[in-house]
């Protein structure tokens, strides 16, 4: 089983939708992140969190929120889609005794029409 | 702020030849730098890092990477091209002076090994 995982992988939604990406793991690691990545713009970070009680905006976090349900479960919402939020997006997780090398789920390709 | 820059959006190498993804990069302090693949419709996989010691890196699938501090670089190398390398390659640096925990990816260099 993958060590990192993200449901769903396609998304198809409409604009104004609210919508949830998950992502569990089960590498054991306290420390999450939320990525999307665009044609030509790389990695970008949305959300990271170290633990259940801390969680930080990263990068580019307006229009999303996320959730820490627990060390091994975190989500990633978009309150009311929109069509730029059209991407592919990626959970990760670190461990700081392999120097914060990071773990990548998947993805999930969501489209907002 | 920790930044880092991959100067090629794209390489072309023939199969059998020696392979180059070049990645520069910035922080206030000692870096760790990363190097990711990604095949089409995957996630990131973890090919290789530096921490600290030997500049000289090798990772998984034939590559290494070569730290060097006063230029500031960290390019991926192989010696031989095969096709199935053809990805998308990221470099990613943490800066450990400024306390940072997180990477800061590149844009990303794709490569084509052609037959």
């Known amino acids: 089983d993958a060590d990192v995982t993200q449901t769903p992988r396609n998304r198809i939604t409409k604009t104004g939708k609210r919508i949830m990406l998950e992502c569990s793991q089960t590498k054991g690691h306290d420390r999450m992140y939320w990525y999307r990545q665009d044609p030509g713009l790389g990695l970008r970070l949305i959300y990271y969190?170290?633990?259940?009680?801390?969680?930080n905006k990263g990068e580019i976090s307006d229009g999303y929120s996320v959730s820490r349900q627990a060390q091994a479960k975190f989500s990633l919402s978009l309150e009311s889609a929109i069509p730029n939020q059209t991407a592919l997006y990626f959970c990760?997780?670190?461990?700081?005794?392999?120097?914060?090398?990071?773990?990548f789920g998947p993805g999930t390709r969501l489209t907002v029409t | 702020a920790q930044s880092v820059a991959q100067p090629e959006d794209q390489v072309n190498v023939a199969e059998g030849n020696p392979l180059t993804v070049k990645c520069t990069y910035s922080v206030s302090g000692n870096p760790y730098l990363f190097w990711y693949v990604q095949y089409p419709n995957r996630g990131l996989q973890f090919l290789l890092k530096y921490i600290t010691g030997d500049n000289l890196v090798k990772g998984s699938y034939g590559f290494e990477a070569e730290f060097n501090k006063s230029q500031t670089s960290f390019h991926l190398k192989k010696p031989s091209a095969l096709v199935s390398d053809s990805a998308l390659y990221f470099c990613a640096v943490r800066d450990t002076g400024a306390g940072s925990y997180q990477l800061t990816f590149g844009k990303g260099t794709k490569l084509s090994v052609i037959p």
């Open positions: 990760a997780t670190s461990d700081p005794l392999s120097a914060y090398e990071q773990y």
């Open positions: 969190s170290f633990d259940v009680k801390d969680i």
